[in-house]
C-alpha cells in the first residue's frame, strides 16, 4: 500500500479473487409515497480481472446497481462482499473503487496533472509520488504532453480519458464506469472502447461497465448482463447472449427484431418444428413450453435469399428497401406478418423473393406473455 494519512483508513486491496452480490435490492419513495424498486435481488459474482457489462434500456437498473457497488446508494436488502469483508457498510471513500462517470467530472480550474493526482492528495500521498503516479497514468492512457492544460482545451475523448486516469491512478481494485462514452461521436466510441479494453489489459483489474449500448458490451466485456426492471435476466459471454438470448425479452435487445407467433407441431432431432400461419420452420427451443403456442425470434442479418421450397423458406413480398451498400434492409410482407431483413445485393420495392433463416439461428420460446 502507498503512503497515506493514519486517519485515512482506505479499503485499498490492489486485487481480490471475488466481488459477491447476494440479493441486492434497492428501492425509492415517489412523491406519492410508493415505494418503487429499482433492484430486485440481484445476484452477481464478479472475479478478479473480469471486465463485466451491465446492460439494458433506461430504467432497467444497471446504473442503480453501479450506485449501489460504489456505495453512492444505500442499499435495502442484501449484501456485497469483497472477498470475506462485508463493503455495503462502509462509506464511498472507504472501498477504495475508481469511478469514471458519463459527464467526466473534470475541475475545470485544475491542470490535467492536478485533476489525475487530486485523489492521491486527497489520500494522504506525498507531492512527489502523486505526481509520478498521475504522470503514469496519463501516460497509460497516452495523454503524455497535456499534463499541463487544463480540461477546456482537450477534446472529448481526451477529457475522457483524463477521466480514466484519474480513476486508475489511485490503483484500484475495481474499477466503475457509468456509460463514459454516451457523450462522444461515434468515431470517437468505436476508439475509446478499444482504449478502455487496452487500459483494463495492462491493468489486469476488474471493470464493471454500465452501457445501453449493445455493440459496446459485445465488444468490451468478458461477461455481459443483460438487466430489465431491476431484475437481472441473463448472464454469460457476449457470443452467448448474442446468439443464445435466455429469453425474449434479451432476444429483443439484442437484435432479434422479428418476433413471429407460431404453433408447436413437434421435435426433429435437437429442433422443434413449429407452425407460422401455414409455414413450417424448424428452430432451436430455447426454454420449455407450457403450451403448443410459441414465439420463433429471427435476427434480420440472419435473413438470406433463397430458392423456392428450400428449408426454413418462406415466401416475402418487398414492400420497402433501404439501400446500405454491402447490402439492403428490407421491409418485406409474409404469410405471418411483416419482418424486416438485412439482405446481401440488390432488390426492388415490390419484387417477390424467397427468404430463409437456418435452423440453428431460429430460436422458438414459449408464448410471449
Given at each position: 500500500m502507498h503512503e497515506a494519512s493514519g486517519n485515512q483508513e482506505i479499503v485499498m486491496k490492489h486485487t481480490f479473487e471475488q466481488l459477491r452480490l447476494d440479493s441486492v435490492s434497492r428501492s425509492f419513495t415517489n412523491a406519492e409515497g410508493q415505494q418503487l424498486a429499482a433492484l430486485k435481488g440481484l445476484d452477481l459474482d464478479i472475479q478478479r480481472g473480469e471486465f463485466i457489462a451491465l446492460l439494458g434500456p433506461s430504467g432497467c437498473g444497471k446504473s442503480t446497481a453501479l450506485n449501489c457497488i460504489a456505495g453512492l446508494q444505500p442499499l435495502t436488502g442484501g449484501g456485497i462482499w469483497l472477498?470475506?469483508?462485508?463493503?455495503?457498510?462502509?462509506?464511498?471513500?472507504?472501498?477504495g473503487f475508481g469511478m469514471v462517470f458519463q459527464n467526466y467530472a473534470l475541475f475545470p480550474h485544475m491542470s490535467v496533472l492536478d485533476n489525475v493526482g487530486f485523489g492521491l492528495k486527497m489520500r494522504g500521498v506525498s507531492k512527489?509520488?502523486?505526481?509520478?503516479?498521475?504522470?503514469?497514468?496519463l501516460n497509460l492512457v497516452q495523454l503524455i504532453g497535456h499534463d499541463a492544460k487544463l480540461p477546456g482545451q482537450l477534446s472529448g475523448g481526451q477529457?475522457?480519458?483524463?477521466?480514466?486516469?484519474?480513476?486508475?491512478?489511485?490503483?484500484?481494485?475495481l474499477v466503475l464506469m457509468d456509460e463514459p462514452l454516451s457523450n462522444l461521436d461515434t468515431k470517437l466510441r468505436i476508439e475509446m472502447r478499444a482504449e478502455i479494453r487496452r487500459i483494463h489489459g495492462k491493468l489486469e483489474r476488474a471493470?464493471?461497465?454500465?452501457?445501453?449500448?449493445?455493440?459496446?458490451a459485445l465488444s468490451m466485456a468478458d461477461r455481459i448482463v443483460v438487466m430489465k426492471e431491476g431484475v437481472v435476466q441473463q448472464v454469460a459471454a457476449p457470443k452467448e447472449v448474442y446468439s443464445r438470448p435466455k429469453n425474449l425479452h434479451v432476444a429483443r435487445f439484442m437484435g432479434f427484431r422479428n418476433v413471429v407467433k407460431a404453433t408447436l407441431e413437434g421435435t426433429q432431432g435437437e429442433s422443434v418444428a413449429v407452425n407460422a400461419n401455414g409455414v413450417r420452420l424448424l428452430g432451436m427451443p430455447m426454454e420449455g413450453?407450457?403450451?403448443?403456442?410459441?414465439s420463433v425470434?429471427?435476427?434480420?442479418?440472419?435473413?438470406?435469399?433463397?430458392?423456392?421450397?428450400?428449408?426454413?423458406?418462406?415466401?416475402?413480398?418487398?414492400?420497402?428497401?433501404?439501400?446500405?451498400g454491402r447490402d439492403s434492409l428490407i421491409i418485406v410482407n409474409t404469410a405471418f406478418g411483416k419482418l424486416w431483413a438485412r439482405i446481401a445485393g440488390e432488390c426492388s420495392?415490390?419484387?417477390r423473393i424467397s427468404l430463409r433463416v437456418a435452423p440453428s439461428k431460429t430460436l422458438v420460446y414459449g408464448e410471449e406473455k
Open positions: 472477498d470475506d469483508k462485508r463493503i455495503d457498510v462502509l462509506p464511498p471513500e472507504k472501498r512527489a509520488e502523486a505526481t509520478k503516479r498521475a504522470k503514469a497514468a477529457q475522457q480519458r483524463v477521466a480514466i486516469a484519474r480513476a486508475i491512478v489511485i490503483e484500484p481494485p471493470t464493471i461497465y454500465v452501457t445501453h449500448d449493445q455493440d459496446e413450453f407450457d403450451s403448443k403456442s410459441v425470434a429471427l435476427r434480420p442479418e440472419d435473413m438470406e435469399r433463397a430458392e423456392p421450397g428450400a428449408e426454413n423458406a418462406f415466401d416475402a413480398h418487398v414492400e420497402i428497401v433501404e439501400y446500405g420495392e415490390g419484387e
